[in-house]
């Protein structure tokens, strides 16, 4: 099933976790149509902005998905609202401002970026229509636990 003209169910289901694991995460369809939102709103014009593809590693997860990859219980990712996602060849950074600056979001948040590695990290992005707050963060590893910063520092 195609969500947009460049965007399909199947890429923003893939779970490697899910594979690796014998687990089911096949959305319903209210997290579908959010997918289908997330991709209309955010994805697809990113992708057509940059005239390449967007690789998602991360989009639905099912909760038992989720809980396995030690995601939080509250994760836009459950409910179909969420991608983690890179564009090969473009900075992450540059990325989640270019989101942050041209579109309405929920979150974006600059995931494990190293300043002077370009395609280190990812960047998440989340998109709930009843809460287009567009908070900007940045998530880093300080003694061995993720923090989030406001903004994003890169």
């Given at each position: ?97 270019y ?6 979001f ?12 370009p ?23 300080q003694?061995?636990?993720t ?8």
């Amino acid at each position: 099933m195609q969500l947009t003209n460049n965007f399909s169910l199947t890429e923003m289901v893939k779970s490697e976790t899910a594979l690796r694991h014998d687990m089911d995460n096949t959305p319903g369809e209210s997290e579908i149509e959010s997918l289908k939102i997330l991709c209309k709103q955010v994805l697809q014009p990113v992708r057509e902005h940059y005239g390449k593809g967007v690789k998602v590693n991360s989009g639905y997860r099912h909760p038992d998905v989720n809980a396995k990859v030690g995601g939080s219980k509250t994760s836009d990712h459950c409910k179909g609202q969420a991608a983690d996602i890179e564009i090969p060849g473009v900075p992450n950074a540059e990325l989640a401002e270019y989101i942050a600056k041209n579109f309405s979001f929920t979150q974006v948040i600059l995931e494990f970026y190293t300043r002077g590695i370009p395609d280190s990290g990812w960047v998440h992005v989340s998109y709930d229509p009843a809460n287009l707050k567009k908070q900007t963060l940045t998530a880093v590893k300080q003694d061995g636990k993720t923090v989030y910063l406001p903004g994003l520092v890169s």
